[in-house]
Nanobody, 120 residues
Framework: QVQLVESGGGLVQPGGSLRLSCAAS????????MGWYRQGPGKQRELVAD???????NYADSVKGRFTISRDVAKNTVYLQMNSLKPEDTAVYYC??????????????WGKGTLVTVSS
């Protein structure tokens, strides 16, 4: 069983920055991808950004140019640098890792989430 532990959430003013961290209990290179999802009040969970084992990144349109996903393979940690935060970025942010399997659905692992609140 893979464990993911997020940290770095908190309260920040609009225009501010936060960096989220997600530490995995296994080598992150064993996952096909790792990513950050978020779920705002009354909204469905959505993908924010992900990074493949090869290092390719993907971002939701709403965060392009403001958020950056990165990783430290030696620390088995993935980061989400969030700049120019807006009130609509307020959400619980969840770390995810995924292992694809042949002829079977992908295996997803989730952290417990960390709350980001953007408010003045």
């Amino acid at each position: 069983q893979v464990q993911l532990v997020e940290s770095g959430g908190g309260l920040v003013q609009p225009g501010g920055s936060l960096r989220l961290s997600c530490a995995a209990s296994a080598s992150i290179l064993t996952f096909n991808s790792m990513g950050w999802y978020r779920q705002g009040p009354g909204k469905q969970r959505e993908l924010v950004a992900d990074i493949t084992s090869g290092g390719s990144t993907n971002y939701a349109d709403s965060v392009k140019g403001r958020f950056t996903i990165s990783r430290d393979v030696a620390k088995n940690t993935v980061y989400l640098q969030m700049n120019s935060l807006k009130p609509e970025d307020t959400a619980v942010y969840y770390c995810n890792c995924r292992r694809t399997r042949i002829l079977l659905p992908a295996m997803d692992y989730w952290g417990k989430g960390t709350l980001v609140t953007v408010s003045s």
